[in-house]
């Protein structure tokens, strides 16, 4: 059985940070992709930022580049985002998510039914 599973998130003010993790169990970690994903209020799930099966290529959503940092951990089966400079429109619903590996790194933010595991999700709050 796979277990997805986010922390990390929380309350903070404009121009803090806030670092989430996720460790994924039940399956060969390094055999995927993975991703984080969010979710505001009244709004659609987006990607935030994707990483590749050895960590050697990323990609972010263009609000997230040059303050958001994605990286893995294969030894641990974790995955981590570190966002700093924070911003009220960064609020939401952060999920991880396990990316088949056969999609190809530029087509993951995109991705929807495509994820095969999500998390629970952790919210992440920034007030101005």
């Known amino acids: 059985q796979v277990h997805v599973v986010e922390s990390g998130g929380g309350l903070v003010q404009a121009g803090e940070s806030l670092r989430l993790s996720c460790t994924v169990s039940g399956l060969t970690f390094d055999d995927y992709k993975m991703g984080w994903f969010r979710q505001a209020p009244g709004k659609e799930r987006e990607g935030v930022s994707c990483?590749?099966?050895?960590?050697?290529?990323?990609d972010y959503t263009d609000s997230a580049k040059g303050r958001f940092t994605i990286s893995r951990d294969n030894a641990e089966n974790t995955v981590s985002l570190q966002m700093n400079s924070l911003k009220p429109e960064d609020t939401g619903m952060y999920y991880c998510a396990v990316v088949p590996a056969y999609y190809n790194l530029n087509s993951c933010l995109r991705m929807k039914a495509e994820i095969e595991y999500w998390g629970q999700g952790t919210q992440v709050t920034v007030s101005s």
């Open positions: 990483i590749t099966r050895h960590g050697d290529r990323m």
